[in-house]
Every structure is written in structure tokens, then in C-alpha cells.
């Protein structure tokens, strides 16, 4: 079970620090638009016809998918507009994104007790 534990936190440490990789290309060099997101619907596609057995060509997928999205539009612009307003609002605004982050760590460990993979 602790393998199981391990690849979920190592699945989603990757995704998160791909779609801030994506982020920030877009942030820097403003990467995006509508070559990003047909990219990340096309790589979301080849993740699910990709059979289980191909774990590396799945993660792969998994992860130009969380880079495209982190580059297209939306979260760009979105990162954007947090670095130009007052910092004290940002704390506001990402208030709720943090306690969710919270929950999911305090639950977690309950969860994997229990056996039931999280992914």
C-alpha cells in the first residue's frame, strides 16, 4: 500500500509543478493561446486511449496536458492579474485554494489507512 501511496504523491507533485511550468512560460514569454489548449484536449485524448500497460507514455500525456493548461489563457492571465494587484488580496483570494490543499492533507493519510487509493 505504500507504493500506491507514493506514485499518487509523486502523480500529482508532478502535474502541479508542470502546470506551474506552463504558468509561468506563459507568464515570461506569453506562451498560449489556442494552440495551448487544443494541445492539452489532444494530449487529455492520447492519455485515455493509451492502454494501462503504458505507464510512462501515460504519464508523459498526463504531463504536456498539465503544462499546456498551465500555458493557455486562463491560468496565465490568471497568474498575471495575482502578480499585479496588492499581495495582502491575494492572501484573500487564495484562501480557500490553501484550506482545500489542508483538507486534502489531513485526509489523505486517513484515506490510505483505509486502503482506498486516492486516484
Known amino acids: 500500500m ?3 501511496k507514493d506514485r499518487e504523491y509523486t502523480i500529482i507533485r508532478s502535474i ?3 502546470a ?3 504558468s509561468l ?3 515570461i514569454w506569453e506562451v498560449g493561446g489556442l494552440f495551448t489548449i487544443l494541445t492539452c484536449a489532444a494530449s487529455i485524448l492520447c492519455f485515455l486511449l493509451t492502454p494501462p500497460q503504458g505507464v510512462k507514455k501515460r504519464m508523459l500525456f498526463l504531463m504536456t496536458s498539465a503544462c499546456s493548461f498551465g500555458a493557455s ?3 496565465g492571465l490568471f497568474t498575471t492579474y495575482l502578480l ?3 499581495q495582502g488580496s491575494v492572501c484573500n483570494y487564495l484562501a480557500s485554494l490553501t484550506m482545500i490543499f489542508g483538507c486534502f492533507s489531513l485526509v489523505s ?3 490510505i489507512a483505509k486502503e482506498h487509493p486516492l486516484l
Open 73 to 75: 489563457v486562463n491560468v
Open 109 to 111: 493519510p486517513v484515506n
Open 2 to 4: 505504500n507504493g500506491i
Open 16 to 18: 502541479s509543478l508542470s
Open 20 to 22: 506551474t511550468v506552463g
Open 25 to 27: 512560460l506563459h507568464l
Open 84 to 86: 499585479g494587484v496588492d
